[in-house]
């Protein structure tokens, strides 16, 4: 019996977490060495100012995908984080592994979910990560 569906948290692939934690990170070394805060504080926003150059580019090119566009995501589970903080979707074709080669039947069973969930536009993603 295969595991349900189970939508993976992943708070840092959204650069607004990613400032959250700088900030923490901020006040947990200056509260440890309270001598450090002023260093501790100019690097965090030197740090939060790259970030906010990062996201602009993530966002841009992100929104150059078009908007009925869907990922496919084989070895994980679509990030639920990265999906909300960009406006993508992301689903996982049931059944299909990148643990060995796709078989007809697996191709044949994406392309059966690609037209009964009605997906335009698709790109295929897998993950370099191995289990």
Do not use: C, H
């Not at 990613?18 to 990170?25: D, G, T, W």
């Not at 965090?44 to 992100?62: C, G, H, P, S």
């Not at 592994?97 to 069973?109: H, I, M, P």
């Amino acid at each position: 019996m295969q595991a349900a569906w189970r939508p993976i948290l992943m708070p840092w692939q959204s650069i607004a977490n990613a400032k959250v934690y700088v900030a923490n990170i901020r006040e947990g070394l200056a509260k440890a060495d309270p001598a450090g805060k002023s260093s501790f504080e100019a690097n965090a926003t030197a740090y939060i100012a790259k970030l906010d150059e990062l996201e602009k580019e993530v966002k841009a090119t992100v929104g150059s995908i078009p908007a009925d566009a869907v990922g496919l995501s084989p070895r994980m589970m679509p990030s639920v984080t990265f999906g909300e903080a960009y406006g993508m979707e992301f689903i996982s074709p049931e059944g299909v592994s990148t643990e060995s080669e796709a078989s007809a039947r697996d191709v044949a069973k994406i392309i059966t979910q690609i037209k009964k969930q009605k997906i335009p536009r698709y790109s295929w993603r897998t993950s370099p990560i191995r289990g």
